[in-house]
């Protein structure tokens, strides 16, 4: 007796085909844009970490060029420029505090192991996950994808296994995603979901489920592609260490100009012979009036509320003498002269009782902020002065640095 030949229907066939192709582009689109996701997330917190002190360093600058014309010029326009400048710099986001998560994750992971267990050093982040790794996180996705499958249990089961691999690739951990991999390759399948009575309605909806998931992976691709990191990595998608180095150069260069200019500027302002040097307009701090520390910069300030300010070089600050140091805590933290005392400048006005008799000797990082305090202490009647070039000058005056955290002290 001869076996009864099974129905072929081609359309079915076609359209398992398509839903077959149209899973695996989904999945690829999947990875590409997790891929994305974590070389920008990568690439972002690198950025921030090497480059956030040039920026600010030269976003202080700016400020003090503004100022420094201002004060030279006394033009109304420039008074308004150099408060914006200073505005800017006043308003920097805290972005310690927004990639604070991503340090505090990796503290945790960093943190001593029990005796039991040994300790693994853990690699330097790396902007881009290394083509291992990327292999191994493209099959897992293809494998324990949650939506491969239409069981609620066995759903929950991939989600929380593709959570932990999604975390492994985000660290860049090719040995964690091999671990993975073996541990997806030994687990109990779930099992088989039965074939839909209406086979080919099931299909159609899931061609169109498969087609919609691509569109939104396409639109969130773009959409990381066109953010500021995204375009910035998309410069050198090859080397992105190395665009960081060009970046760090460039910002190097141009805070060297921005000093050059400020110094000119400083030097055209100084009277014949003397020590004296204007500085731009205070934000925080105003001879006129001691309350204005707690007011915003106004528009309207005139070259009258610039006053000449005593400035001395690092190399003359006396032995022993009271040098106020009012740079905020990161930076005192980084480095400091041993023996000063910290006085931010966010700070000063209610810590003037901390102050000692005698003359003060006002630093900060350039000479900027340090200005409009001896500015301020000068009009109280105090006996001031500014110490020119802040702390860059004092450290590479070769004059002794310390850190509050006992490390090699450094000026930030």
């Not at 600058?61 to 503004?66: D, F, G, M, S, T």
Request: charged content about 25%.
């Amino acid at each position: 007796m001869s076996t009864p030949v099974q129905w072929f229907d081609p359309e079915l066939a076609l359209l398992e085909e398509r839903v077959a192709a149209t899973e695996l582009a989904w999945l690829t689109l999947d990875v590409d844009v997790a891929t994305l996701r974590v070389e920008i997330d990568n690439f972002a917190l690198i950025h921030h970490e090497r480059l956030g002190p040039l920026y600010a360093r030269l976003d202080e600058l700016e400020a003090l060029v503004a100022e420094a014309r201002a004060a030279r010029t006394g033009d109304p326009e420039d008074v308004r420029r150099a408060a914006e400048a200073r505005q800017v710099v006043a308003e920097l986001p805290d972005l310690d505090a927004l990639f604070a998560d991503i340090r505090e994750a990796e503290a945790a992971r960093s943190e001593p192991r029990p005796p039991s267990e040994p300790q693994v050093s853990q690699p330097p982040r790396r902007v881009r996950p290394d083509k291992e790794a990327q292999r191994l996180y493209r099959e897992l996705a293809r494998a324990a994808h949650p939506d491969l499958t239409t069981e609620p249990a066995e759903q929950q089961r991939r989600s929380e296994f593709i959570a932990r691999a999604n975390e492994a690739y985000g660290r860049g951990d090719t040995a964690g995603l091999r671990a993975l991999a073996e541990e997806w390759s030994t687990a109990p399948e779930a099992a088989p979901h039965p074939q839909a009575p209406e086979r080919g309605q099931w299909l159609r909806q899931r061609l169109e489920w498969l087609s919609a998931r691509i569109g939104e992976l396409a639109a969130e691709q773009v959409r990381l592609e066109s953010s500021p990191m995204g375009s910035l990595l998309a410069l050198a998608p090859g080397e992105p260490e190395q665009l960081l180095t060009e970046l760090a150069d460039q910002l190097l260069a141009t805070a060297a100009e921005r000093q050059r200019e400020l110094e000119q500027l400083l030097g055209a302002a100084s009277p014949a012979g003397g020590h004296a040097r204007h500085n731009g307009p205070s934000s925080r701090l105003r001879p006129e009036d001691p309350q204005a520390a707690h007011q915003p910069p106004s528009p309207q300030e005139t070259s009258s509320m610039f006053q000449q300010i005593p400035t001395v070089l690092v190399e003359t600050v006396p032995a022993g003498a009271a040098l106020i140091d009012v740079r905020e805590q990161d930076e005192w933290d980084a480095g400091h002269a041993e023996g000063a005392l910290h006085l931010p400048m966010s700070q000063f006005t209610a810590r003037l009782d901390e102050l000692p008799d005698g003359p003060l000797y006002v630093v900060c990082r350039v000479g900027g902020r340090s200005a409009q305090v001896v500015q301020y202490l000068v009009a109280q009647g105090r006996e001031a002065f500014n110490v020119d070039g802040g702390m860059f000058a004092w450290e590479q005056a070769g004059r002794p640095l310390v850190s509050g955290s006992g490390d090699q002290a450094y000026v930030l």
